[in-house]
């Protein structure tokens, strides 16, 4: 399988697992009207796929570890539990993510739910497997949590009327925080240890894991939806436009590419698990790009919003500077 064998390679990795990770919902938004319950059936299929493609080549080439398809035939029970697990706990905290989306609004959703996933999953995987300077590194996270949260004040002074912060939706953004936070260190003591499979096996059980998890999650989701609307019949799904389920399946390949590429960069020298998931993590920033920069979402948005986008950006570039400096002092 290939890994990176120096950090500007991990680096660039991490950079592309950011953006991945940040721009896979913009095939949600080519799909008006296709309820999420239906569009995460394509999006699982592409996660999927999406792992078996990433095995099947890179993780098929070069000298280190055993190739992905011997890799797999020697995954040790243990192991792939581990990487299931936290496919579980990842499909719950996201589902949970979206309905809390829906409730409260992406102003109170994301800054409580990826702001706290940021913060448990960078500290624990750090115990775990502590690598990096940590005083950059949480100096880094620290920044970048200021950067989400100028970015959810923002999005509330674009708005004509705020929406009211349902106890509801806080509470699902926390409880969607928590476990999103909590499925990078299963994913980690899965690579770890004797005869561990490498991250391409590894994101390949972890797609497993969320795949057989949707078929209850999202089958009750659609029966019944914690965001208050009608239930959802699965005939709609054949009903859909081809388009659509294409767009799905693309959004979770893209998905995919990130987590792929954010394993294999977990695993090379220095870097650890922290920093990588923590770099990943910028992905809020990402998706406020396309949002401010593509979809103009900020157009007519008063001017003290766009004075807080800037110093979100600003936040954030520093805090992502400080992280990707951490294993280099």
Request: hydrophobic share 55%.
């Amino acid at each position: 399988m290939y890994q990176p064998e120096t950090y500007t390679v991990a680096l660039s990795f991490m950079v592309v697992s950011m953006w991945c990770w940040g721009s896979w919902a913009n095939t949600v938004k080519l799909c008006p009207g296709y309820r999420f319950q239906l569009f995460y059936w394509d999006y699982i299929a592409g996660l999927v796929l999406g792992s078996l493609l990433w095995g099947l080549t890179l993780g098929s080439v070069g000298v280190t570890g055993r190739s992905f398809l011997s890799d797999l035939r020697h995954s040790g029970a243990h192991h792939i539990w581990l990487a299931v697990v936290g496919g579980i706990v990842f499909n719950i905290a996201n589902l949970l993510l979206v309905a809390a989306i829906d409730i409260a609004g992406l102003a109170v959703a994301f800054p409580i739910g990826i702001g706290l996933a940021l913060i448990v999953g960078a500290v624990s995987s750090y115990l775990i497997s502590p690598a990096g300077n940590p005083v950059m590194l949480f100096c880094g996270i620290a920044l970048v949590v200021v950067a989400i949260v100028l970015d959810a004040a923002a999005y509330r002074m674009r708005e004509s009327t705020r929406q009211k912060m349902s106890t509801r939706g806080v509470t699902l953004s926390l409880l969607a925080g928590l476990l999103m936070g909590c499925f990078y260190p299963f994913v980690s003591k899965a690579m770890s240890g004797q005869d561990a499979p490498g991250p391409y096996a590894t994101s390949f059980w972890f797609a497993l894991g969320v795949a057989g998890c949707s078929l209850i999650a999202n089958t009750l989701l659609m029966r019944h939806p914690l965001d208050g609307n009608t239930p959802v019949a699965m005939s709609a799904y054949a009903l859909a436009p081809a388009r659509w389920h294409v767009w799905g399946i693309l959004g979770g390949g893209i998905w995919c590419t990130g987590a792929v590429l954010n394993f294999v960069a977990s695993r090379a020298h220095i870097v650890g698990p922290a920093v990588s998931y923590s770099i990943g993590q910028g992905a809020t920033m990402i998706s406020a790009c396309w949002g401010v920069f593509i979809w103009k979402e900020f157009a007519s948005a008063p001017a003290r919003a766009k004075s807080l986008l800037t110093w979100m950006f600003v936040f954030f570039i520093l805090g992502l500077v400080a992280i990707a400096l951490a294993p280099l002092f």
